[in-house]
């Protein structure tokens, strides 16, 4: 808006003869009062009942989408370079195998005897090691995992060592040490044979029996091979974790030995280098691992996650995995479990693998789990802390590149692209869904911003503008997340956001879900950009989109979901209406002014309070603008009579929207004579009681208009008018001295005839109020910095040519 255009406008608002011209502060002080921006409250969004992939509402048909609820058992898993099992269950072993190894001469204990394996595998390494420890005492150990036909009669180490490399494969891993960690008491039970053992922990007094001891330090054995590492770290694990059979009845103390056995394999692993896919002898350990899913603990089988992700499943165990941590992530009251243990980074590292589109499934349901999870606050605050929104906004980009074997050739994969196309779909619903989640968190505004993610989320808005699940996930992001300054700075300056708005506005004018947030998202970005207003209105069809959206939601009467959709609607246009070339526009717009009476007309204010209030502000925005192509004014007598209703309402806020209204009408001559016709003044005269220095700003813009005319005048002294107009610049002078010039104006102007009482305690007023210093000025520099501008430029001036207006002869009050 231009210095001239303001000028212009600000002395068309408030008629005032003989007084100077206004300054460039007054000017856009009286602009800001008179078109302002409307706020309103953001769409409530509903908590979903059940934790699922896709939510009650959901678009998606229930055929042929990912399910939300399975059975999952450890038969579903594929065991590694293994034939299938025969189903078949051995008896426990009644003895204990002794596993033989050269020891180091000083140790000075005998060789034990090793088994001999079956005769076609004579010449493999079975590894050596001591008798057989016990790990834990179960509660039953009748039954064994299912074997092969060819390895039904073998012991646990020969089967194993059936499908291991031979001497020649072992490998070596140097610098690496052992220390003695006591585990917890729950793992008192990790035993190996005494000849095997490098540190030992005998209590005669408990009978507790030698620990094996995963971690570090130094023993010695740092040479150690994978052969040996096997029989003494590994084997003595696995043989107790045979001995549970599904079905078995497993205490929480039982429980927690397994899952800090399975953290210590992970640690001792990882101490040889030996997880992700490098160690040979990795199908045994899942194998054994896979058959701990039947024992059916949710923290079990969320330990055995983690380490069975360490060692690279892929395929459908990767699938079942990440499903398996899915199941567990919809109990609510699994929480605990993810927030104590490192699942979390073992799903983010997932997320982090380039070929997302050979595990498309398997990274849907790791995403559908961390939805899920980002909804309770002390988890979203975790993964905020692990780079959560960076990780999905990355993942997201390479999803919509899209995989270059099938865009290469399109045509020849075209079935194959389809099936990438809904996955894709599916994953970025998760995606979208837990970045609402965290949007919830005050602390993930700077990761959005840093992390560029408006422009992000309106390209996954722009490529799946017909997935209603999407659309309505990234429509509540920018809702949330556009209520605070800076994101609604950084999402106004994304390019084509307004076009892609305006364009799902009306590509789904009908589902008001995601209607009324792109709205409300609007709305905020033009309350505090003019750039947006600009785009809004240069947008070819946009305001049509909006009026069309107006004309849809206009029904009598209509439920609180479309209601609200107005509510948000007619708010746009208000903050749109602010912009002088926009606002000139609507203004000469016969529909939209239309629609804006009928909700007058229609709605009642103690039902639609709201929604009636944002109709009266938006109508005053346009009434700022008179030219000689406005509806509004040609219409001043329709409104007129709708405004006179509103002020004997009981809503305050209505009537202080009316009295602004007549504030900008009755500057015309009609209207004012419309108002004292129906005794209006009256009304707006004891506003001037008010204790809020809003109403008696809008009291006095009607009152300045109305006292430009010499009939009006009298009626207003004799009303009390002057009196009111002093009481209200004792009281809000010195905290709102552009109130107190604007009483200052009106009483000028009741005073051009020479008449007017309580002339001594005018004086008096403003004697003191043009004294700079005995006025109490805020402590505050910065606010008092603003007072003392708004005093000199707005107050003073006026106040000192009204002081000297009145020349007093006697103590009587009368003015020559």
């Known amino acids: 808006m231009s210095l001239m255009e303001l000028q212009d406008k600000s002395e068309r608002v408030y008629t005032s003869t003989g007084l100077r011209r206004q300054t460039s502060a007054e000017i856009v002080s009286d602009a800001r009062r008179s078109l302002r921006t409307l706020a309103t409250q953001r769409p409530f969004t509903p908590q979903e009942k059940h934790r699922q992939l896709f939510g009650e509402s959901s678009s998606r048909a229930h055929d042929g989408r990912p399910p939300s609820a399975f059975s999952l058992q450890a038969r579903h898993f594929e065991a590694p370079d293994s034939r299938p099992g025969s189903g078949t269950r051995l008896s426990p072993l009644e003895h204990k195998p002794r596993l033989s190894v050269s020891l180091d001469e000083d140790v000075g204990v005998d060789e034990a005897t090793l088994p001999k394996p079956p005769a076609e595998r004579v010449n493999t390494r079975i590894g050596s090691g001591g008798s057989r420890a016990r790990l834990l005492r179960a509660a039953s150990t009748s039954r064994l995992p299912p074997v092969t036909p060819n390895t039904k009669n073998m012991s646990l180490e ?12 072992k490998l070596h891993c140097s610098d690496v040490t052992e220390h003695t960690t006591n585990l917890s008491s729950e793992t008192d039970l990790h035993i190996l044979t005494k000849h095997r053992m490098l540190q030992t922990d005998v209590s005669s007094a408990r009978g507790s029996k030698p620990e094996v001891k995963f971690g570090h330090g130094d023993t010695g054995d740092d040479n150690m091979d994978e052969s040996v590492f096997w029989n003494t770290k590994v084997l003595p694990v696995l043989q107790e974790f045979e001995s549970f059979a599904p079905g078995d009845a497993v205490s929480d103390e039982t429980v927690g030995e397994l899952c800090n056995t399975c953290n210590g394999l992970h640690d001792a692993l990882a101490e040889r280098g030996m997880l992700g896919r490098q160690f040979k002898k990795r199908s045994a350990i899942l194998r054994t691992l896979f058959r701990l899913v039947d024992v059916g603990s949710d923290r079990l089988n ?35 479990l ?16 380039e070929d997302v589109w050979s595990k498309g499934e398997a990274v849907l349901y790791c995403v559908g789990s961390l939805k899920l999870l980002s909804g309770n606050s002390a988890l979203s605050r975790l993964l905020l802390s692990k780079g959560f929104i960076g990780v999905l906004l990355q993942l997201s980009k390479r999803l919509m590149h899209g995989p270059s074997s099938i865009s290469a050739n399109i045509t020849s994969h075209r079935s194959e692209a389809e099936g990438q196309r809904i996955i894709v779909g599916h994953i970025l619903v998760q995606v979208t869904a837990a970045l609402r989640n965290i949007a919830d968190q005050s602390e993930s505004r700077p990761s959005f911003l840093s992390n560029k993610a408006f422009s992000t989320l309106c390209l996954i808005l722009e490529n799946h503008r017909n997935d209603l699940d999407i659309c309505i996930y990234v429509a509540r992001i920018f809702s949330k997340l556009s209520t605070y300054t800076e994101c609604c700075h950084a999402l106004a300056e994304t390019p084509r956001c307004c076009s892609l708005f305006l364009d799902l506005l009306g590509k789904h004018s009908r589902k008001q879900d995601l209607v009324v947030r792109l709205l409300f998202t609007l709305g905020n970005l033009t309350a505090k950009s003019t750039e947006a207003r600009e785009r809004v209105y240069e947008e070819e069809g946009g305001i049509d989109v909006l009026l069309d ?5 206009q029904e009598t009467p209509s439920p609180p979901e479309r209601e609200d959709v107005l509510v948000k609607l007619i708010r746009l246009l208000a903050n749109l209406a602010i912009h002088p070339t926009v606002g000139t526009a609507l203004a000469a717009n016969a529909l939209c002014v239309q629609l804006l009476l009928e909700v007058l007309e229609c709605r009642c204010v103690q039902e639609s309070e709201e929604l009636v209030i944002n109709a009266v502000a938006t109508i005053n925005n346009l009434s700022f603008y008179q030219g000689e192509s406005s509806v509004v004014r040609s219409q001043h007598t329709h409104i ?8 004997l309402s009981s809503s305050m806020d209505a009537v202080l929207e009316a009295t602004r209204v007549f504030g900008n009408l009755s500057q015309i001559k009609d209207v004012r004579h419309f108002i004292m016709q129906h005794k209006v003044e009256q009304y707006v005269v004891t506003l001037l009681d008010s204790k809020t220095p809003d109403v008696c700003f809008s009291a006095c813009g009607v009152l300045i208009n109305l006292s430009a005319d010499p009939d009006n005048r009298a009626m207003l002294r004799a009303m009390g008018t002057v009196q009111k107009l002093i009481d209200c610049l004792s009281d809000f002078g010195p905290q709102d001295w552009h109130l107190a010039a604007v009483v200052c104006q009106t009483m000028w102007n009741c005073s051009l005839d020479g008449e007017l009482q309580h002339t001594q305690e005018l004086l008096e007023i403003l004697r003191l109020y043009t004294d700079r210093g005995a006025l109490q000025w805020p402590s505050d520099d910065g606010v008092r910095q603003v007072q003392e501008a708004c005093w000199e430029l707005l107050f003073l001036p006026v106040a000192e040519r009204l002081r000297q207006r009145f020349y007093i002869k006697d103590t009587t009050g009368i003015i020559p």
């Open 302 to 336: 969320l330990t055995l996650a983690k380490l069975i992700l360490a060692l690279s499943v892929s395929g459908n165990n990767l699938l079942n995995i990440c499903k398996l941590i899915f199941k567990i992530s919809r109990n609510a009251s699994n929480d605990a």
């Open 158 to 169: 020969a089967r194993i060592g059936a499908d291991q490399p031979g001497d020649g494969e």
């Open 338 to 353: 993810f927030l104590n243990g490192c699942i979390l980074d073992s799903l983010l590292s997932l997320l982090h693998c």
């Open 640 to 647: 007129s009579q709708l405004l006179l209703k509103l002020l």
């Open 549 to 553: 959206l107006f004309q849809v939601y």
